[in-house]
Each structure stands twice: as structure tokens, then as C-alpha cells.
T-cell receptor, first 114, second 112 residues
């Protein structure tokens, strides 16, 4: 089975801290994604990547950056965490560039910013 | 850009009753549509997907969805709800060639 692993399930950080959320997939998928999930808002796309060292902005990239130095790893970075970034963050991956690719999700990282 | 709208943030059914979760889409091209389920404290799991083949799509756990172009709908159904079906359900549409746009989700509550 495809596995997407998010290294931290729960994090508590202080306002202004730099935060790294790590995601690793083990099936050689081309595409990786970071979504944010909030009650009543569903999932919103932050950033995605089609290849190593490539990144594309999603719908809500402000306040975030990403890094993809290796194919299997996609990191989400909060340069200076703020309380409005308290949320559940979901990483996903999918193979190739054809349509109807199925996204496989990690279990999520719940971030609280105090 | 493509979008989906899920009608009802919460749906309550009794165990054994029909489950109907509604999703309408907006798309300028023939859409690829998905239903995902999220159990508590877990990531999202694919239930089923529509990719312009058969309009009635069968998924896991007894769920199915019917693509109706005339109604721009892709509603999810299950004939008989189980307690284990209690979860949040998300409809999504393929946007671009690999990104998904999700609806806001519908929480399914199942009572004994």
C-alpha cells in the first residue's frame, strides 16, 4: 500500500516561531500536495509540487513556503507562525500527470499556535 | 475553475436507513469527480471516483454515486447505514491535471 507519513501528529508552537511540517511518501509518486483543513471550510490547497525542486502555489499560499529537495519528501514551512495558522495540515501524493489520479493522504498534523 | 458544493454540513440517519449525501459540481469541461471519507483522527480515504466511464460508480463499503450531467450532480448513496459509516465525507473535483478542489464536507451521524 502507498504510505504517506507525516512526521508529527500534534505540534504546539508559539507565535513567531518557524515551523516545519514534514511529509514522506514511499511509492515514488511524482506529485505531492499540502492542504489545510478547517471546520466548515473543508480542505484548501496551500502548495503542490510536480517534481523535485518544483513548486506551485495553491489557493492559500500566503504565510507558507515549501521545499522539495528529494522526490519522496515535501516539507511545509511556516516562516513565522501566527495564531490563524492553527489548523490540521494534510499531506497527499499521487502518481504521474494523467487525470483521475487518486490522492493518497497522510494522517494529518494538527498544529496549535499559541 | 471547477468547484463542488456539498448540501448539508450534517446529515443524521438511523442505522439501516438510506444514506444520501449531496454534491453538485461546476465545471467547464467534463469533470473527474471523487468522494473521500475521513474517520476521526485519520487522513482522507478514497471511496470512489468518476472518470467519464460508467455514470453509476461503485465504491468501497457499499457506497455508490451516480453522475448526472443534466443536474450537475454526483450524490453519494448507501442503501443501509451502519454505525461504522459515521464519518465526514468530502466531494472533490479534479482541477487542472492533478489538483483536487474539495467541498466543505458533510458529517454523517448514525444513530442506533
Amino acid at each position: 500500500d502507498v504510505k504517506v507519513t507525516q512526521s508529527s501528529r500534534y505540534l504546539v508552537k508559539r507565535t513567531g516561531e518557524k515551523v516545519f511540517l514534514e511529509c514522506v511518501q514511499d511509492m515514488d509518486h511524482e506529485n505531492m500536495f499540502w492542504y489545510r483543513q478547517d471546520p466548515g471550510l473543508g480542505l484548501r490547497l496551500i502548495y503542490f509540487s510536480y517534481d523535485v525542486k518544483m513548486k506551485e502555489k495553491g489557493d492559500i499560499p500566503e504565510g507558507y513556503s515549501v521545499s522539495r529537495e528529494k522526490k519522496e519528501r515535501f516539507s511545509l514551512i511556516l516562516e513565522s507562525a501566527s495564531t490563524n495558522q492553527t489548523s490540521m495540515y494534510l499531506c497527499a501524493s499521487s502518481p504521474g500527470r494523467s487525470g483521475a489520479n487518486v490522492l493518497t493522504f497522510g494522517a494529518g498534523s494538527r498544529l496549535t499556535v499559541l | 475553475a471547477q468547484s463542488v458544493t456539498q448540501l448539508g454540513s450534517h446529515v443524521s440517519v438511523s442505522e439501516g436507513a438510506l444514506v444520501l449525501l449531496r454534491c453538485n459540481y461546476s465545471s467547464s469541461v467534463p469533470p473527474y469527480l471523487f468522494w473521500y471519507v475521513q474517520y476521526p483522527n485519520q487522513g482522507l480515504q478514497l471511496l470512489l471516483k468518476y472518470t467519464s466511464a460508467a455514470t453509476l460508480v461503485k465504491g468501497i463499503n457499499g457506497f455508490e454515486a451516480e453522475f448526472k450531467k443534466s443536474e450537475t450532480s454526483f450524490h453519494l448513496t448507501k442503501p443501509s447505514a451502519h454505525m461504522s459509516d459515521a464519518a465526514e465525507y468530502f466531494c472533490a473535483v479534479l482541477n487542472g491535471y492533478s489538483t483536487l478542489t474539495f467541498g466543505k464536507g458533510t458529517m454523517l451521524l448514525v444513530s442506533p
